[in-house]
């Protein structure tokens, strides 16, 4: 049985607005990512306005009365992957496929301390390194270690902070280094 689906009236200033605050009142948005979706429901619906439909005023509207705000929804979404073990790169990536300006990325952008708390967040999760379980007659130290690293990079890490964490002897040597501001030594005792 199909379901018939009527096509819903063409697009006004009123329906838009309408539109971009229940929007805004269900999802922590980006300008950009307002933007595109008032546009793809014009696409959808049409525009039976005078003259070209005012997404940007709308927009505008939204930022002033303090509904869109790009630098704390990128702050949000940089502690949320951050606690889910990804690392900057990645963040930065995800800010900018959002829309978010460079320098709103820039502000967002996790420190040495953070970086290094995400990729231990990440070692634990996927047991990586010292938190690894050890199977005999599993793949070869080397392989196993290569792999590791090559996970962490593509989750955003540095490729240092990768290699520390993955070469750590002991998770406590991890832990301990990824929780030091200034220390560099993870398992050289």
Known sequence: MSVKRHNPHPLT???LEELALAYVARFATTQARLG?????????????GAGSPPVDAVVRR?????HVDDAAWARMKAGSLLRR???ARRVGEALGQAGVEEQVR????????????????MARRRRFG???????????QERQRERQIAAMLR????????????DASDPEAAEQWAESVAGDDVGDD
Request: no cysteine.
């Open 85 to 87: 073990g990804y690392g």
């Open 62 to 66: 939204h930022v002033e009365a303090g």
């Open 106 to 121: 820039e502000e967002a952008r996790p420190g040495e301390s953070e970086q290094r708390r995400a990729a231990l967040v």
């Open 36 to 48: 595109a979706y008032l546009h793809r429901k014009l696409r959808e619906r049409g525009w039976a």
């Open 13 to 15: 200033s009123t329906g």
């Open 155 to 166: 989750a955003g890490h540095p490729l240092d902070i990768a290699r520390r964490i993955v």
């Open 130 to 140: 010292p938190f690894a379980v050890q199977i005999p007659g599993g793949a070869p």
